[in-house]
């Protein structure tokens, strides 16, 4: 039996600000950074990880070096376009009242994740979905019986591994606000059917009080 580890980043500039991130080089704040630190200690007392993926934009790195820094002897991360946060174009940016003024037939209520439009230079919801199923692929074949895999990675990449794991609609899933930062899923691999044994896993939080 092998075991997935998935974790958003720690809180950005933009995530403080309610910004739409996409692929922006957005930065974590001095609280993602405790976040993210944290998230590390908390993994060290509970998984012995064998490898580490992430998404390749700034806030995945910052963060996945910040666990290492409260991990202590992390492997070193494997960094994959694949885990990246949903593309957004040249609405990324904007605040996501902003992005309703420009698409107002998108549901207000609704994570700007699930807009149904592609913006231009941005992917749209098939193309996001299919990126991210073949990295999970991938992330399922490297783990080995006995070994613990940690992806680092966005909100919206989690809610589409979430519709996979569970019997909630792909769309519906997309439309849900995000885990918190730093939050973890923890899915077991063991046979043909992954299991989700923990979602939005937040024991950090407990050492940032």
Known sequence: MGTLL???????????????????????TDQGQEQATALGAWLDDRYSVDRVFASDLRRTRETAAA????????????????WRERGFGIVQGLYADEL????????????VISLDAAPEGGEGIPTFRGRVE????????????????????HGGV????????????????????????????????DGDSPELVGEELTGWRTLLD
């Open 6 to 28: 998935v974790a958003r980043h720690g809180e950005t500039t933009w995530n403080r600000d309610g910004r739409i991130q996409g692929w922006a080089p957005s930065r974590l």
């Open 67 to 82: 666990v290492g820094d409260g991990y202590g002897g992390l492997p070193n991360p494997e960094f994959d376009t694949d």
């Open 100 to 111: 309703l003024d420009e698409y107002p037939d998108h549901d207000r209520d609704a994570s």
């Open 134 to 153: 073949s990295a999970w692929d991938r992330a399922i074949a490297t783990t080995d019986a006995g070994e613990t895999t940690l992806v680092v990675t």
């Open 158 to 189: 989690i809610k589409v591994l979430l519709a996979k794991l569970t019997d909630i609609d792909p769309d519906a899933a997309l439309a849900e606000h995000s885990q918190a930062n730093c939050a973890v899923n923890e899915i077991r691999l």
